[in-house]
């Protein structure tokens, strides 16, 4: 199985409308659509899991496709990594003494 990024969307873009780019290139066997926790809109990109010898066809097919109005990113995804829960904080977390 390969997980595949697909970025650029629009916040208009319904998760039907990806599903359905890939599904005639082979079977989509995961589809997640990521939104905004709090709003619910979308956050301009997805996931979608595809059989190892149908993905890397379904990218190549699909790179640079105008969708509602964008060129999409499509690309083998990666694995998400994982960070400690202070890292990645940006400028408020509290500096020691020495880092002042």
Excluded: C, Y
């Amino acid at each position: 199985m390969k997980n595949i990024f697909v970025g650029n969307l629009s916040s208009d873009t319904k998760p039907e409308t990806i599903r359905s780019l890939f599904e005639p290139l082979g079977t989509v066997l995961g589809f997640k659509l990521m939104t905004d926790r709090d709003t619910g809109l979308s956050r301009g990109f997805a996931f979608i899991e595809m059989r190892e010898a149908e993905a890397g066809a379904a990218i190549a097919a699909l790179v640079g496709r105008i969708v509602d109005g964008r060129a999409i990113d499509v690309r083998e995804g990666r694995p998400k990594l994982h960070r400690s829960a202070t890292a990645g904080r940006g400028p408020w977390r509290k500096l020691g003494p020495s880092q002042a």
